[in-house]
């Protein structure tokens, strides 16, 4: 179809383009005389969208965005694509309130990759038919996080102990969903299997000899003595990304929470909670709203003490640089705390019976590290701070493979490592994966990973990256983030003297974040800030904060300090009790219909 010419002052909208084409073509006289219309058979808008739509960013109020019938001329077309790239890169100069690394320089060595179909589909350690992939660039990735994060690499499928995992096509996201679903079925009795005699009823037992063996995933029977033995239940702190609320509604995993209220209402081993005949919805976060962001140790070991003493299997996940406050939950300490109580209810080993007489020795618990952030750039921290601790006088916990109860880790790629396209890192160990028992020459399952077709432009992406640096340019990089977060909460203790107004300036330990009391709207917008409510003693705080990624100087910094310098740069926010519940901020029921599911819709800094 050719395109025809269009003044983009009249029509500026896609309504205003299907107004012209319906009011142009005689329809009804086409349809009469028998004459296929050229229209083809699509919907028209029922009123203009832009009606229905939130208003653009005033830079982008005239751009013409409508698709259809009629392609835009070259010349709309080009200007919508300058505008836009213009628009992000004036946003992209701003930006300071998400832990994304703006800074990169992919335009040359990657452009030419754009055209190509590049898809890793399958498992990263087979090769499969689709050739246009990078799994050798992905393996190499791979092996950079298996080396930092001490596990043993390479890959070995018939090592249990050395380390798997995949490129992600997603974020942490993805990563986590996967950590989930893996850990609900380990945990869960689930066993893969070769089915010996295929099932007469479906294949006739003549051809039955010609087949191949097929893999089938089985359930092993609940054991008599403990009806729990297969429920996994899962533990994670308030300071948590909502990926988690999302994924245990997809992957069906009962948190502590849903089981506690379900079958336990009145006995939530955290007396301030008992004493309501409630549980709380996460695991708390050490001084609330008002502390650090990391997971309270003490209540976590409580809870899962209350649930492994009957017989659960128990699922925790570890923030390592949360989503708000960047926090760093002390995995080490936690774990070693966790490990004792896994032995005292023989969760720390157990037999998986999956026919009578044939066992699967596995854990009964499951530890991930959801590392979106932190898992970038910690051990960077941490062999900077070995080497000289005078200069780099603190690193973070350990969260890694050195810990031999960690199952799991997930990373963001397009977080601190810095990528156009949102991408990461699943890792885990060989043993943890479900494979046939009693099968070392296994020869993999094909389709391992979560999607089907997976990003080959992913791989190539942080391939680039890494390549570029070396480890001594890691460990600058990073300090040089942590170096900028103390210059941006230096500046905003700074503002507060000035200003002789508190700002609620707060900065966790090593965190790459800055919050403080939420700026004005135009403010946020500019500069790309997330805003947060957190429950601070008994009030409700509106933060924002600042992520000093890679791309972020002291120039900027002091850009967004000007900002706030102004008149009026902190409103007050009334959160009333009422729009608290709706929030979902109390724990006051607002029906009394059981609670399914949460749906995250705000918080954790992604809400805006
Ligand atoms: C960002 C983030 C995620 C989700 O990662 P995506 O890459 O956005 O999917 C998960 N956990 C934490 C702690 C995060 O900060």
């Known amino acids: 179809m050719s395109s025809i010419s269009l003044d983009t002052d009249i029509y500026s909208s896609l309504f205003e383009l299907w107004s012209l084409l319906v009011h142009s073509l005689d329809l009804e006289n086409m349809s009469k005389s028998g004459n296929t219309s050229p229209v083809p058979r699509i919907t ?20 013409h965005y409508g698709l259809g019938y009629y392609a835009p001329t070259e010349e709309v077309r080009k ?5 836009t790239l213009s ?13 994304v690394n703006q800074k990169m320089d992919y335009e040359h060595d990657i452009a030419p990759y754009l055209n190509i179909h590049v898809n890793n589909i399958g498992d990263p350690f087979a090769d499969g038919g689709l050739t246009t992939n990078s799994k050798l660039m992905e393996r190499a990735v791979l092996d ?6 001490n596990a043993k690499w390479p890959h070995d499928k018939r090592d249990g102990e050395t380390y798997w995992g995949f490129s992600l096509t997603m974020g942490s ?16 009795g689930k066993v893969l299997l070769w089915e010996e005699t295929p099932d007469s009823h479906i294949i006739p037992s003549a051809a039955a000899d010609f087949l191949p063996p097929r893999l089938v995933l089985r359930q092993a029977p609940l054991p008599k003595y403990n009806p729990n033995a297969y429920t996994p239940v899962a533990f994670y702190s308030e300071d948590t990304h909502y990926s988690f609320a999302k994924a245990m509604s997809l992957i069906a995993i009962k948190t502590f929470y849903e089981l506690g209220m379900e079958r336990y209402p009145n006995d939530c081993p955290l007396p301030k909670w008992r004493a309501k005949g409630r549980w709380p919805e996460e695991v708390p976060s050490e001084g609330g709203g008002g502390g650090e962001g990391t997971i309270d140790i003490a209540a976590l070991k409580e809870l899962v003490e209350f649930f492994a003493a009957k017989g659960y299997p128990i699922l925790v996940s570890f923030n390592y640089g949360s989503t708000f406050k960047g926090a760093y939950d002390n995995v080490q300490e936690a774990g070693e705390q966790l490990m004792p109580i896994m032995k005292r209810y023989h969760l720390d080993e157990r037999l998986v019976e999956y026919s009578p007489g044939l066992f699967d020795k596995r854990t009964g618990f499951w530890i991930h590290v959801d590392g979106a952030l932190g898992a970038a750039y910690m051990p960077f921290i941490e062999m900077a701070h070995e080497r000289d601790p005078k200069l780099i006088p603190e690193s973070g916990p350990v969260f890694d493979f050195r810990l031999p109860f960690v199952h799991s880790i997930s990373m963001s790629g397009h977080k601190w490592v810095g990528s156009p396209v949102p991408c990461g890192i699943f890792m885990t160990k060989t043993k943890y994966q479900l494979s046939p028992p009693s099968l070392p020459e296994y020869i993999g399952s094909p389709d391992t990973t979560f999607a089907g077709s997976r990003s080959g432009l992913s791989p190539i992406i942080l391939w680039h990256q890494l390549s570029e640096l070396s480890y001594e340019d890691q460990m600058k990089k990073a300090e040089e983030n942590e170096a900028m977060a103390q210059y941006a909460y230096d500046k905003l203790r700074g503002l507060e003297k000035k200003l002789g107004k508190d700002l609620w300036v707060a900065r966790s330990k090593l965190a790459l974040t800055v919050r403080f009391r939420q700026a004005r709207p135009d403010i946020v917008k500019k500069y790309s800030l997330s805003n947060e409510i957190l429950i601070v003693g008994n009030e409700y705080r509106n933060y924002s904060h600042v992520f000093t990624m890679n791309h972020v100087t002291t120039h900027l910094v002091d850009a967004l300090i000007s900002d706030l310098s102004e008149e009026g740069a902190f ?15 109390t724990d006051t029921p607002i029906t009394s219909a059981q609670i399914a599911s949460f749906v995250p819709h705000w918080g954790r800094g992604y809400s805006g």
């Open 79 to 83: 200007l919508t694509l300058e505008k």
């Open 571 to 585: 409103p007050e926010f009334n959160l009333s009790k009422a729009s608290a519940i709706i929030k979902g901020f």
């Open 173 to 188: 996201t993805e990563a986590n969903m996967y950590a989930m679903w893996n850990a609900r079925d380990y945990l869960g």
């Open 44 to 63: 028209e808008p029922v009123q203009d969208p832009k009606h229905v739509y939130p208003p653009p960013p005033p830079f982008l109020k005239d751009v």
């Open 144 to 149: 950079y996080y298996a080396s930092l994060w």
């Open 87 to 99: 628009y992000l890169k004036i946003q992209q100069s701003n930006f300071l309130g998400y832990q």
